[in-house]
């Protein structure tokens, strides 16, 4: 099998995900291509339609991980629980949409020696990966899950009605509501991201406890937020492996191909042992 993958988004050229499925199907002697082709919002329908006759998948990133939901056939439980769709696999012209993105992260965390079951999760912010991150926490086992944001409703929405979700003004994040508290710290908002020019404030909220923390954002490698953790001697991790994970488990939906996540994960990071390739 030749197969044939795409990633599309607008913007579209910083994207990560060619190298990456391209580095998985060399590891796995995998025959294939996979391009990133730019779609904007008024073109979505005719790249639907192009890709349902012609591609055997893709991946889908900012701003079309909703879009693309109608026009799927059929929807995992879990991506139609976050509202969001990154990976669509088609067989026959017909398309499955899926969200790995929790995958990813918990296969992030697992690395680090963490995992959701019995955790309290702080999460910072309420997008479109807050949403993916909150419910394969709770669907995991989470004790709970604190959301801290600026968009309460937003918030709210996160946690699907569950009991065990909480949200807190963004204003209120510190060290007694959050370091102190928390298992798990995910940053799931753009602060620290390279080109956006906003960062915290202050990381206080570290502070009172040895929480794990991962920070979604991969470019810069090091982020304030992580440096500010190591100062701290918290364990710590950036957004790449979850992006890694997060691209295996979509290339097993694309492929359906059974191998086991954790060896091409290492054999990536191997590849990769500074983490400044990817930059």
């Known amino acids: 099998m030749n197969w044939k993958l795409a990633v599309i988004g607008d913007p579209i050229a910083h994207s990560l995900s060619p190298v990456i499925q391209g580095q998985i199907m060399e590891i796995l002697g995998v025959s294939g291509e996979y391009k990133a082709v730019h779609v904007k919002a008024e073109e979505l329908a005719g790249f639907m339609e192009y890709a349902r006759e012609n591609l055997h998948g893709f991946n889908v990133t900012i701003p079309h991980k909703g879009a693309v939901i109608p026009f799927l056939d059929e929807i995992d439980p879990y991506a139609q629980s976050c509202g969001a769709v990154n990976t669509v696999r088609i067989r026959d012209g017909k398309m499955t ?20 079951a019995g ?17 394969k ?15 309460l409703e937003k918030g709210v929405l996160l946690t699907g009605g569950d009991s065990r979700g909480e ?9 007694e509501n959050c370091g102190g508290w928390a298992d798990i710290v995910i940053n799931a908002t753009p602060l620290g991201m390279e080109g956006i020019g906003q960062d915290f ?8 406890g040895k929480p794990f923390v991962c920070d979604i954002v991969y470019k810069p490698a090091e982020t304030n937020l992580l440096k500010a953790c190591r100062e701290r001697g918290i364990t710590c991790k950036n957004g790449l492996d979850m992006l890694v994970y997060q691209a295996v488990y979509a290339f097993m939906h694309f492929t359906g191909l059974s191998f086991d996540p954790d060896t091409v994960a290492r054999r990536i990071a191997a590849d990769n042992p ?4 990817w930059l």
């Open 97 to 116: 949409g899926f969200n790995t993105d929790g995958d990813g992260i918990r296969a992030a965390l697992q690395q680090m020696g963490a995992d959701f």
């Open 119 to 135: 955790s309290r999760v702080a999460l910072l912010g309420a997008g479109g990966a807050a949403r993916s991150i909150c419910r």
């Open 137 to 151: 926490a709770l669907n995991c086992g989470a004790e709970s899950v604190r959301i801290f944001c600026r968009n």
């Open 167 to 175: 949200v807190l003004p963004f204003s209120e994040l510190s060290a």
């Open 201 to 208: 404030a202050d990381f206080s909220f570290l502070d009172n």
């Open 274 to 277: 500074t983490q400044h390739s």
